[in-house]
């Protein structure tokens, strides 16, 4: 397959039929451009400002989301979409070059705190992270309004893995996009904090569209069922709003009635490590604790004659995450625990 090398203003999400793209955006050091992969599918009923676009790889060391994107551009049939479908399986095709969460390499930017004022447009804001957070804000935004944003825990957090956004004030946009995380099949759907600058996700919700988050795995690997996780949400979204014909089975967790609902908007929910130290598991993500329970333990070998800091529940409720590499700095997030929450939301 050929994919047409092309500058974000020559792109066509509009006619009929598929068409595979290398989008350019101008290198900040190299004579050259960076090359960010884009496929978009267009229907027989696709109408303006209508349709879904799933991210992979916003931050570059997360795995499991560009791996099941890349599946679906090969399964994806055109005869069988009725809408507009985009898929960006790579989407900072820098961090992504080093394996890195940020953009380390160029302008040492992280994707996902880059969607702020004057993004790609102001000189002191124009590394090539800024403007790929202007790239979609010009090219994306305006033709979708499903927004699927696939991540994993990389190497810091390990998460139950779960499909996520904020609180929403609209009750029906709320609705749609709980009911569209549930579809991912995943153990639990997260409502979580919406108080961080920057946030691809935030910004989408922002402006009305109905858009998802995932942590899919941990470590800087690709878990299998990460990867079907992924897929099947996509999909699922797809056909749901109607954007791809055809019918999709509720699978996993979401066939059997276990997923799980939690929210982690208070601070109360985090715990950051008080020292530099190394974090030891007592107990995995997913399970059901109440406030003041021993979740884990902080080392600190340089006063390897004391016992460990004990890392306990702040609220009672789940386990949604934990720090996965050992090695914490002082004042990262090492335990998080959501307030469970019913159904529906």
């Given at each position: ?46 109408a ?26 090969g399964?994806?049939?055109?005869s ?22 940020d ?148 699978i ?22 008080p ?21 884990g ?14 890392v306990?529940?702040?609220?009672d ?24 929450q019913?159904?529906?939301?």
């Open positions: 397959m050929t994919r047409l090398v092309v500058k974000p203003s020559d792109l066509d999400l509009d006619s009929p039929g598929r068409r595979d793209y290398w989008v350019a955006l101008e290198h900040d050091t190299m004579w050259g451009a960076q090359l960010i992969p884009l496929t978009v599918w267009v229907g027989p009923k696709a303006k400002g209508r349709g879904l676009v799933a991210f992979g790889s916003t931050h570059g060391n997360e795995y499991e989301g560009p791996v099941a994107l890349k599946q679906l551009l399964e994806i049939d055109i069988v979409v009725t809408g507009r479908i985009i898929i960006i399986p790579v989407l900072n095709v820098e961090a992504f070059r080093t394996g890195t969460r953009s380390v390499e160029a302008d040492r930017v992280n994707l996902n705190r880059a969607f702020i004022d004057g993004a790609g447009k102001q000189p002191t804001l124009a590394g090539i992270t800024h403007r790929l957070a202007a790239f979609v804000r010009d090219h994306i935004w305006p033709q979708v309004h499903v927004v699927i944003d696939l991540h994993s825990g990389g190497n810091q957090i390990r998460f139950d893995i779960c499909a996520s956004f904020h609180p929403i004030e609209d009750p029906e946009q709320a609705r749609l996009t709980a009911d569209t995380a549930r579809w991912f099949g995943v153990p639990l759907v997260m409502v979580y904090q919406n108080n961080t600058p920057g946030l691809l996700t935030s910004e989408a919700e922002r402006l009305g569209k109905i858009t998802v988050g995932t942590e899919l795995g941990w470590g800087e690997a690709v878990l299998r069922k990460g990867v079907t996780y992924g897929r099947q949400g996509v999909l699922a979204a797809a056909i749901n709003h109607g954007q791809l014909a055809g019918k999709i089975e509720p996993a967790h979401h066939a059997d009635g276990t997923q799980k609902s939690a929210a982690i908007v208070d601070f109360e929910c985090y715990v950051p490590a020292f530099a130290g190394h974090y030891e598991e007592v107990l995995p993500c997913g399970v059901r604790v109440k406030k003041g329970d021993l979740v333990r902080l080392h600190d070998f340089a006063r390897i004659d004391e016992p460990a800091w004990p306990r529940a702040g609220v409720g789940i386990v949604v995450g934990q720090a996965w590499a050992a090695r914490v700095r002082q004042g990262q997030f090492i335990l998080c625990v959501g307030r469970e019913p159904w529906p939301m």
